[in-house]
T-cell receptor, first 113, second 115 residues
């Protein structure tokens, strides 16, 4: 089945230690998104890629970076995680053609100690 | 700008009872509308979508939603709740005329099903 895959499902990192989360997709969608979701809140968009065109949300901290080396893969890098960055990180994909419904991966739960 | 409001952050229903989760949108043009479900420690799963075709949309797991332009609503219903329906539900909207890729999510409704 075509799907969005996120690895790892659970990640523990230390305060200030860089961490990378990965996302891959077999849907062949042009658009990929990264969201941050904190407990009992809606997902918050961090950035998205339209093919290789990177689009950063205005309020996404500089601490968060992303890479998309090819259509299938996308990475989220947190350069110096703080305690406030502990959250669920969700990757999603969509077609370019509207309505652009988004398909989500299972998420990576990040813990910062 | 688009926005959605989900009335009721927590809804409890008895098993077998009607499920009604409310979503109202704010948009200058008829938007695209979506309902997602999220189980604990999982990603969001698309339940159904409205794309200006039929106003009554049927989705997975027995859910359906009706687009009512006059009420700017897109409420989610299921005739008979099952224990497995307990989850968080998000309504989302996107603007058909917006060149961006932005989804606007509601704040979510947590559904509890009482045996």
């Amino acid at each position: 089945d075509a799907m969005v895959i996120q690895n790892p499902r659970y990640q523990v990192t230390q305060f200030g230690k860089p961490v990378t989360l990965s996302c891959s997709q077999t849907l062949n969608h042009n658009v990929m998104y990264w969201y941050q979701q904190k407990s009992s809140q809606a997902p918050k968009l961090l950035f998205h890629y339209y093919d290789k065109d990177f689009n950063n949300e205005a309020d996404t901290p500089d601490n968060f970076q992303s890479r998309r080396p090819n259509t299938s893969f996308c990475f989220l890098d947190i350069r110096s995680p703080g305690l406030g960055d502990a959250a669920m990180y969700l990757c999603a994909t969509s077609r370019v053609k509207r309505p652009r419904e988004q398909y989500f991966g299972p998420g990576t739960r990040l813990t910062v100690t | 700008a688009q926005s959605v409001t989900q009335l009721g952050s927590h809804v409890s229903v008895s098993e077998g009872a009607l499920v009604l989760l409310r979503c109202n949108y704010s948009s200058s043009v008829p938007p695209y509308l979506f309902w997602y479900v999220q189980y604990p420690n999982q990603g969001l799963q698309l339940l159904l979508k409205y794309t200006s075709a039929a106003t009554l949309v049927k989705g997975i797991n027995g859910f359906e939603a009706e687009f009512k332009k006059s009420e700017t609503s897109f409420h989610l219903t299921k005739p008979s709740a099952h224990m497995s329906d307990a989850a968080e539900y998000f309504c989302a909207v996107s603007d058909p005329e917006n060149t961006g890729n932005q989804f606007y999510f509601g704040t979510g409704t947590s559904l509890t099903v009482i045996p």
